[in-house]
């Protein structure tokens, strides 16, 4: 009886190795994920079959990829790329950088929304750190074709997968296994208070991390496989440091996760890759070949429990078939949800397809990003339909109105007496057009200024824009001049009143390009004094200056930060016609005889700018800046109300916040390099060298007279700066050393945190 048996048994073991299913589950970890790839690396090199994945948060990412189709060169691809490090930082690239929706440049570092809720006025934090617009685009982006083709049926994808998430409000797991393949993996990995949670059929999704890190129990539940291979890259919870946030709030939310594989049931990996960050993407080769290292010993023990051999060159042959069903990526149809108001509804429609039948995914994401800009829009999750009867996407916008009302609070914290505190106020309103009114107010010894503004954005294939502000700026030179550790022998009193009401009209000229031209009025008045020395009895000169000025002005910006930029250009020309009158009252220190005197001039301004960083690889960039001024402009009355009035070159943040009459010139040529070392992504070095030439400098006379120079060129100076810059998220942290050609103090050493920033002149 026994031989029968064994023959029978012989005879069914290449059924039960043909019929033997393999699942993968893969568990969270931020970039230590990564390592994900490395174990599927190695399992297809040597042909152990994956039938089933599962996955939670980073290995959602992983295995969502996989089970669409992506191979594990595609996936190293994509996460090498710059694409993935803008959106998984929330980062606009340059290349979707809308400059002509940009408000002016301001020194805010943290956004407050303002909303009247339950009769009453409520002031609404930040609800997560990574800005979602970058990942919900790409998570469309990489998927819609996949859940076309699948109908929304995750056991129709290249591999069955599933994944799972976090309902907010019971604080239970769900798993998702049909509907939008971007929008489920979207739900699994968004970390609270890193990521901004996203609604999935009514309910308000998180990070499945949360409540199972490991889905073992979803892969035998769902698929029943004969084996899994698990696959662990999160640490058991430690301690938390006490300046470690992701850390502390992660023991805080995350349930305690069974990683335990069961003999019978399968086969754990465990890759330790601990001193691996949550957010260390960069790191990807190295976590990659971790995972592999992980693999490879256990190979013999893989192959024991696993007879069945997957063959590479079908497997390949599958995923072609599977990926040549996917359709293009071109829109159609728009629908909106969130936006009730037609004239609402047709500002972002026209905004988008400008009455084009079929928009190419390219097109729609230029444009997607030009809605994102627009400060009347707190944020579009678009999701991407397949129209099967017309053979094109429906684009789903899930949008959400900026609320009405915003603060912005930020400011410059320095160890010289540069230090100022800024407030915003801007209320918004659009329908058919974009209104916006904003206020701010600096305040500090050194710089003080208010400023009322008014912005209407009229939406249509040539967008326009018109815009009015009224400032006011005052600068004290005299409060900005003492040193950490140096002290000037003869700090300047200086101080420049400045009133200006400019009316502005804007068009783009391309993604990073507008063209302004407008009208302003400005009066100004230098206080100052004609003498070395002085007594506080002593009164000041004063020299007013009021004029008409009309400007047209080209504007390129592509760069990446406010003030400490390491890619992309700015790029100004810009022409002025400015007619006024100046006025001189002599004070107490003015040599004897001078009355009050007035004098017209009228003059054109020319000045460029340009100011470009190119990457040499990804640890060193190399840029520059090159200015230019001319002018037919009159001297003033003296030497110093000359200089006062004169353009400046001030291109490091420091020097915006210096009086030197070196740097001062009614025409001059200016410009320097610059070279960055990044350490790391928030953390680089960079030194700065620049030269000033004046021509025709003006001469210093006897009794503080401006005499005119015969020579073009007579002297260079010199300036520079050098020092580490840490971005913080809030703002610029910096601890630099500045160097100036100048008397007296050349070298001022600087510690930072924030912006040195101001509201625009009207000159």
């Known amino acids: 009886m026994k031989k029968p048996a064994t023959i029978l048994l012989l005879l069914m073991i290449p059924a039960l190795i043909q019929a033997q299913r393999v699942g993968l589950v893969l568990s969270g970890g931020g970039a230590r994920g990564l390592a994900h790839i490395g174990v599927i690396k190695v399992l297809e090199a040597n042909n152990i079959p994956i039938d089933y994945i599962t996955g939670t948060s980073m290995g959602a990412i992983v295995g969502g990829l996989y089970a669409a189709g992506y191979t594990t060169d595609q996936m190293e691809e994509l996460f090498r790329s710059d ?65 076309a083709i699948s109908h929304g049926n995750f056991d129709s994808l290249f591999v069955p997968f599933r994944c799972v998430a976090t309902e907010v409000h019971t604080n239970t797991p769900i798993v998702l296994g049909k509907g939008d393949v971007g929008e489920a993996i979207r739900a699994s990995m968004t970390f609270p ?26 892969m035998m539940e769902t698929f029943n496989p004969d084996i899994l291979i698990g696959h662990k890259v999160s640490s058991d919870p430690r301690a938390a440091a006490d300046d470690d946030i992701i850390r502390q709030i992660t023991n805080m939310i995350q349930r305690p996760t069974n990683y335990e594989i069961s003999p019978e049931t399968g086969i754990l990996l465990e890759t330790n890759v601990n001193e691996v960050g949550i957010l260390d993407f960069h790191r990807l080769d190295y976590i990659v070949e971790k995972g592999m290292q992980t693999t490879y010993p256990m190979l013999d023990s893989i192959k024991t429990r696993i ?17 040549a069903r996917k359709p293009a990526l071109l829109f159609q149809n728009i629908q909106l949800e969130g936006v009730s108001d037609p004239l609402q509804q047709k500002f972002i429609i026209n905004s988008i397809k400008h009455n084009k039948n079929i928009v190419t995914v390219d097109a729609f994401k230029k444009e997607y990003f030009k809605l994102i800009a627009d400060e ?143 009208l302003a009025w ?33 504007e390129r910006n592509s760069q990446n930060d406010r003030q400490y930029a390491t890619e992309g250009v700015y790029q100004n020309v810009s022409l002025r016609y400015i007619a006024g009158q100046e006025r001189h009252i002599p004070g107490t220190t003015a040599p004897e005889g001078q009355r009050t005197t007035r004098h017209n001039n009228a003059y054109l301004l020319f000045r460029a700018v340009s100011d470009r960083y190119w990457n040499l690889n990804r640890s060193f960039a190399m840029g520059y ?32 916040a ?31 060298g620049f030269g000033f030439v004046p021509i025709r400098k003006p001469l210093r006379g006897t009794d503080n007279k ?35 050609d100048k008397e007296n103090t050349q070298w001022y050493l600087t510690l930072n945190f924030g912006y040195i920033l101001f509201n625009k002149r009207g000159f």
Not at 529 to 538: C, E, G, I, N, V
Not at 669 to 679: D, E, F, P, Q, S
Not at 721 to 737: D, F, H, K, N, Q
């Open 376 to 518: 009347q829009i707190k944020s579009i999750r678009p999701i991407a339909m397949f129209n099967y009867e017309t053979g094109y996407f429906d684009v789903h916008l899930i949008v959400e109105p900026e609320k009405r009302a915003e603060i912005n609070i930020g400011g410059n914290i320095s160890t010289k007496p540069i230090n100022q505190g800024f407030f915003s106020l801007d209320y918004r309103y659009f329908n058919n057009r974009s209104y916006t009114l904003s206020s701010n107010l600096y305040f500090g010894r050194f710089y003080s200024s208010f400023k009322l503004s008014g912005r209407v954005d009229f939406p249509s294939q040539f967008p326009i824009y018109l815009s009015s502000h009224l400032t006011y700026n005052r600068w004290d030179f005299y409060s900005s001049s003492n040193e950490l550790f140096f002290e000037d022998v003869r700090p300047p009193f200086i101080i420049q009143n400045e009133t200006n009401f400019r009316n502005e009209i804007g068009f783009p000229l391309g993604l990073h390009d507008k063209l302004t031209t407008g």
């Open 307 to 323: 007879r069945r051999k997957a063959d590479p060159l079908e497997l390949a042959r599958r995923r072609e078939a599977f990926n």
């Open 193 to 218: 208070f890193v990521f901004r949670p996203i609604t999935i059929d009514g309910m308000l999704l998180f990070d499945g991390g949360i409540v199972n890190n490991f889905p073992t129990d979803v």
């Open 83 to 147: 694409e993935f490090y803008f959106w998984s930082t929330g980062k606009i690239q340059k290349d979707f950088r809308y400059f002509f929706k940009q408000r002016e440049e301001n020194p805010a570092w943290i956004e407050l929304k303002m909303e009247r809720r339950d009769g009453r006025l409520r002031i609404l934090p930040p609800t997560n750190i990574v800005p979602q617009w970058q990942m919900d685009f790409a998570f469309m982006e990489l998927m819609a074709a996949t859940t």
């Open 706 to 740: 401006v005499l005119r120079n015969n020579k073009i060129f007579t002297d260079v100076y010199w300036q520079g700066m050098a020092g580490l810059v840490y971005e913080t998220g809030l703002g610029p942290a910096s601890l630099m050393v500045n160097y100036y």
């Open 625 to 656: 800046r090159a200015e230019t001024v001319f002018s037919d402009k009159n001297f003033f009355t003296n030497y110093t109300s000359t200089l006062l009035a004169a353009p400046g070159f001030f291109p490091t943040p420091h020097s915006k």
């Open 522 to 554: 400005s009066g100004s008045r230098d206080e100052y004094y004609q003498a070395d020395r002085f007594l506080k009895s002593d009164d000041s000169d004063y020299t007013d200056f009021n004029a008409l000025v009309t400007h047209v002005e080209y």
């Open 658 to 688: 210096m009086y030197i009459e070196n740097f001062h010139a009614n025409n001059f040529i200016a410009g320097g390099l610059k070279g960055i070392y990044h350490i790391n992504s928030s953390l680089h070095f960079r030194m700065e």
